[in-house]
């Protein structure tokens, strides 16, 4: 099956530091790649749509300049969150989507995210 | 707007069956069921198309009642890999290819 790899895998960062995450997928292009936030026994929540070329569409209530994103190419997105808080600590997903049409998300290991 | 699942958790014995609804107060086009194990990423299940559809995978169903706008999961003779936290998503008709997830589904399959 397709392959998407996120990296880090974990990361504690300074509160007021930038930390950018990367989201890759591995065999397959992605039109559109997705970026999730989950909270500890909770839903996955959308924070944005990336795809590749043209700017995120970010859902009501999340901050564009706070959480970066940039889809460099068909394979790449990366989210940065910048100066980073506490309550920014969380389990960061992405998803791609190869398109078109309905179909399957592939989804990402996510990257857990400490902000101390 | 979040699709709506029910129950919040179940816990279950081994062999034994579980249901587990999803329902929207938009029209959809898809429905997706996802499983996700604690600390993992989500696993798709399966997707449904707008129009009745069923569908199955070993002891996994799902359907999809358009004019309800509603799916429901079926688990048949559980296992113990069945538990984790079930999301159905759901895609409106827009098309707009964003899923939106409900709160989950948390299943627990004792011995």
């Known amino acids: 099956g397709a392959v998407v790899s996120q990296h880090p895998s974990w990361v504690i960062c300074k509160s007021g530091t930038s930390v950018k995450i990367e989201c890759r997928s591995l065999d397959f292009q992605a039109t559109t790649m997705f970026w999730y936030r989950q909270f500890p026994k909770q839903s996955l929540m959308l924070m944005a749509t990336s795809n590749e070329g043209s700017k995120a569409t970010y859902e009501q209530g999340v901050e564009k300049d706070k959480f970066l994103i940039n889809h460099a190419s068909l394979t790449l997105s990366t989210l940065t969150v910048t100066s980073a808080h506490p309550e920014d600590s969380s389990f960061y997903i992405c998803?791609?989507?190869?398109?078109?049409?309905?179909?399957?998300?592939?989804f990402g290991p996510g990257t857990r995210l400490t902000v101390t | 707007q979040q699709p709506v699942q029910s129950p919040q958790a179940v816990i279950l014995r081994e062999g034994e069956d579980a249901v587990i609804n999803c329902s929207s107060s938009k029209a959809l086009y898809s429905v997706h069921w996802y499983r996700q194990k604690h600390g993992e990423a989500p696993v798709f299940l399966m997707i449904?198309?707008?129009?009745?559809e069923q569908k199955g995978h070993e002891k996994i169903s799902a359907s999809f009642n358009e004019k309800k706008q509603q799916s429901s999961l079926y688990l048949t003779a559980s296992q113990l890999s069945y538990s984790g936290t079930y999301f159905c998503?759901?895609?409106?008709?827009?098309?707009?290819?964003?899923?939106?997830f409900g709160k989950g589904t948390r299943l627990h399959i004792l011995p």
């Open positions: 998803s791609a989507y190869p398109g078109p049409g309905p179909g399957e998300q592939y």
């Open positions: 449904l198309l707008k129009g009745g």
């Open positions: 998503g759901t895609e409106t008709v827009d098309r707009d290819d964003k899923i939106i």
